[in-house]
Structure formats: structure tokens, C-alpha cells
């Protein structure tokens, strides 16, 4: 798969996972991604580290919560299969790399 192909199904994992909060709850996440912490919607999944970041400033602990919808949803959208136990060993980054890296075998 290109990458302009998963970056496209990483970004629509990232706005199902914020739009099941709830709409409100979703913007006023990308409000501060863009204003708070400098990273537009559109950088979302070029900047997954900064994502991290502002992820765990904003939510503490339940950061974790989010971040394993986020690969869940991707692992859907690309047929691989979420492994919950990798998650939690790993970070959202390497989680996410993980999934692209199965989507390759």
C-alpha cells in the first residue's frame, strides 16, 4: 500500500476515533492540536510523535484510551488484526508502525 494511502486511512482512523467522543468534544481537541500545540488536522499523521504529546498533555492517563481507539479503528480500516497486549507494551507511535508494517507483509 502507498504511503499517501495509509497516511489517508491513518487520518480517517483519527477523526472517527475524535468524532466518537462526541462532535464538541472533537473540535475542541483539534482546536487545541492547531492552537495549543502548532499541529493542523491535515499534519496529524506526519506528526505522530507531537500527536503523542499534546494526546498525553491533554488527557493524562486516559490518553491511553484514545490512542488504542485510534489503532483500533486503523487496524479496520486496513484488515490487520489489533493486538492489545503489543499496545500497551508499546507507544502509540510504534503501535501505529507496527500496523503499517503488517499492512506490508
Known amino acids: 500500500m502507498p504511503d499517501g494511502d495509509f497516511r489517508k486511512l491513518l487520518a480517517e482512523a483519527v477523526e472517527e476515533s475524535l468524532s466518537s467522543?462526541?462532535?464538541?468534544?472533537?473540535q475542541a481537541i483539534l482546536?487545541?492540536?492547531?492552537?495549543?500545540f502548532k499541529i493542523k488536522k491535515?499534519?496529524?499523521?506526519?506528526?505522530l510523535?507531537?500527536?503523542?504529546q499534546a494526546i498525553r498533555?491533554?488527557?493524562?492517563?486516559?490518553a491511553d484510551f484514545l490512542e488504542t481507539?485510534?489503532?483500533k479503528k486503523l487496524c479496520e480500516k486496513t484488515g490487520s488484526v489489533f493486538k492489545a497486549e503489543n499496545s500497551r507494551e508499546a507507544s502509540f507511535t510504534e503501535t501505529?508502525?507496527?500496523?503499517?508494517?503488517m499492512m506490508v507483509e
Open 69 to 71: 481507539l485510534i489503532a
Open 96 to 101: 501505529i508502525a507496527s500496523i503499517k508494517r
Open 57 to 62: 498533555k491533554l488527557f493524562g492517563p486516559g
Open 21 to 26: 467522543l462526541g462532535e464538541s468534544p472533537k
Open 42 to 47: 491535515q499534519e496529524i499523521p506526519d506528526k
Open 49 to 52: 510523535d507531537w500527536v503523542d
Open 31 to 36: 482546536f487545541h492540536l492547531e492552537n495549543t
